[in-house]
C-alpha cells in the first residue's frame, strides 16, 4: 500500500488530501501521469498547435485520440439503430431523409430529380426525422 497526495494527480483538489492506495492503482496513475507528458511533449514536437490549417492530418492524429473498443462498439450499435430506423420508414420518405439529411442535398434538388415541389420535400423529411425519433426512443426506453 501507498501514500498519495491527491492533488498531485488531480487538479481539481486544492488542499492537500493524503491517501492509502494499492500499488497498483499508483501504477496506474503513474502511468496516466506519464503518457500526459509525452503526449504535451508530442503535440509541442510536431508543432500540432500551428498546423491547424496545413491540412497535413498531423493535427488529426495528435489531437484526436483512437477511440476505445467501447466507444466503438456503442458507435456500431448507435450506427446500427439509426439504419433501423430510417429503414422502418416508407420507401419513397426513407429515400428522401437520406438524401437530405445524410447526403446533405437541398430540397429544392430533391424536388428536381423528383418533379415535385420542394415544400413536399421538407414536409416528408420532417415527418421522416419525427418518425425516426419515435422509433428510436420506443427502443431506448
Known amino acids: 500500500m501507498t501514500f498519495i497526495n491527491l492533488r498531485d494527480f488531480f487538479p481539481w483538489y486544492t488542499e492537500d488530501q493524503i491517501v492509502q492506495v494499492s500499488n497498483e492503482v499508483y501504477e496506474e496513475l503513474l502511468a496516466d501521469r506519464r503518457y500526459e507528458v509525452a503526449y504535451q511533449r508530442r503535440k509541442l514536437?510536431?508543432?500540432?498547435?500551428?498546423?491547424?490549417?496545413?491540412?497535413?492530418?498531423?493535427?488529426?492524429?495528435?489531437?484526436?485520440m483512437e477511440p476505445s473498443p467501447e466507444d466503438l462498439e456503442l458507435r456500431e450499435e448507435l450506427f446500427y439503430e439509426l439504419w433501423n430506423a430510417l429503414n422502418s420508414l416508407p420507401e419513397l420518405q426513407g429515400k428522401r431523409v437520406e438524401a437530405?439529411?445524410?447526403?446533405?442535398?437541398?430540397?429544392?434538388?430533391?424536388?428536381?430529380r423528383e418533379q415535385v415541389n420542394a415544400s413536399s420535400i421538407s414536409e416528408a423529411v420532417k415527418k421522416g426525422l419525427a418518425t425516426m425519433r419515435k422509433?428510436?426512443?420506443?427502443?431506448?426506453e
Not at 510536431?46 to 496545413?54: C, G
Open 45 to 64: 514536437r510536431y508543432k500540432a498547435q500551428y498546423s491547424l490549417d496545413a491540412e497535413d492530418g498531423i493535427e488529426n492524429h495528435i489531437l484526436h
Open 100 to 112: 437530405c439529411v445524410l447526403n446533405s442535398m437541398s430540397y429544392r434538388e430533391r424536388g428536381r
Open 135 to 140: 422509433y428510436l426512443l420506443e427502443i431506448w
